[in-house]
């Protein structure tokens, strides 16, 4: 590990631990507020390491940085001393094992998809589905996946470049705020989804990149990546507009390819009879195809 690339983990480190200890009230935390005035409005130092069971000098030192050597029992209590969700405690960890010579994990390969795999996307011809890598690069879609996110694909930010990447799509093309009603919410996770695979992948250097060309060409990106949030992708309820066939609200599962790191497929299922699945099998009527697009 290098001397730049230790101080930015030891970096990171800090800004996760202190926004998360900032946002944390003592009244959610359970502790009693005297009177006087507080400096801070979340816990002091002090108090995180009350509620952690530890020294303040050890939370200190954990705060600033070093994590190396912190066991799974520390771990544990400064999650739940600090409350964190189950994608923040893994992201700890990340950061954790990232802080030891042995916690490095190599760089998953991404670019390559398996036949089998392909095959099965394409016999998913009334459900659009889609296989992307950590850096939210779409590597392969079926027919209606292609279809549903035209106005992706269609963006001139891929005209000279490739792959697809909707992370790039909602921060650097200003029509990303028509495909996404709900656009705040997709701005936020986009970036929460890629706090999360830094932790998961931090030597992926085109992750990296992406990042770096996303915090300098984007205010709103860089707004939101300042915040340290992060979130895991595994189902929901996506709502977008589609330029033909209008609004639509499609559940949607992720689900990670275990056979190939860093690969996940993510498959929209709407209702059957609902005005989501009328709409995509318009979309479908409309496409006259159901090869494989990649």
Excluded: C
Excluded at 42 to 68: C, F, K, P, T
Excluded at 79 to 94: P, V, W
Excluded at 129 to 155: C, F, T
């Amino acid at each position: 590990m290098s001397d730049s690339e230790r101080h930015e983990r030891t970096d990171e480190v800090r800004k996760f631990l202190s926004t998360r200890r900032a946002r944390l009230t003592p009244q959610r935390a359970g502790l009693p507020v005297f009177g006087g005035h507080r400096r801070v409005t979340g816990l002091r130092r002090e108090e995180v390491a009350l509620l952690a069971g530890m020294s303040i000098d050890y939370y200190i030192r954990l705060e600033r940085g070093n994590l190396r050597g912190a066991s799974d029992s520390v771990l544990d209590s400064l999650s739940r001393a600090l409350q964190l969700d189950e994608a923040e405690r893994a992201y700890l960890y990340d950061l954790a094992r990232a802080a030891t010579a042995s916690g490095h994990r190599p760089t998953a390969a991404t670019g390559r998809i398996r036949p089998v795999v392909l095959r099965m996307l394409d016999a998913m011809t009334d459900l659009p589905a889609y296989i992307r890598n950590g850096r939210y690069d779409i590597l392969a879609a079926n027919a209606l996946g292609r279809a549903l996110y035209a106005p992706v694909y269609d963006s001139p930010l891929f005209a000279q470049r490739g792959p697809v990447n909707t992370a790039r799509f909602v921060f650097l093309d200003p029509g990303s705020a028509d495909f996404w009603p709900e656009w705040e919410k997709a701005a936020d996770d986009s970036v929460a989804f890629l706090r999360t695979e830094t932790g998961r992948s931090p030597q992926d250097r085109g992750l990296m990149e992406l990042i770096g060309e996303l915090s300098t060409k984007s205010d709103e990106f860089a707004r939101r990546w300042a915040r340290h949030d992060v979130k895991f992708q595994r189902s929901g309820v996506k709502r977008l507009h589609h330029p033909l066939v209008g609004d639509l609200a499609l559940p949607y599962e992720a689900l990670d390819l275990a056979a190939d790191p860093g690969l996940r497929i993510t498959i929209y299922s709407p209702e059957p009879d609902s005005s989501a699945r009328q709409a995509l099998d318009l979309l479908a009527g409309w496409t006259g195809s159901t090869a494989l697009a990649r």
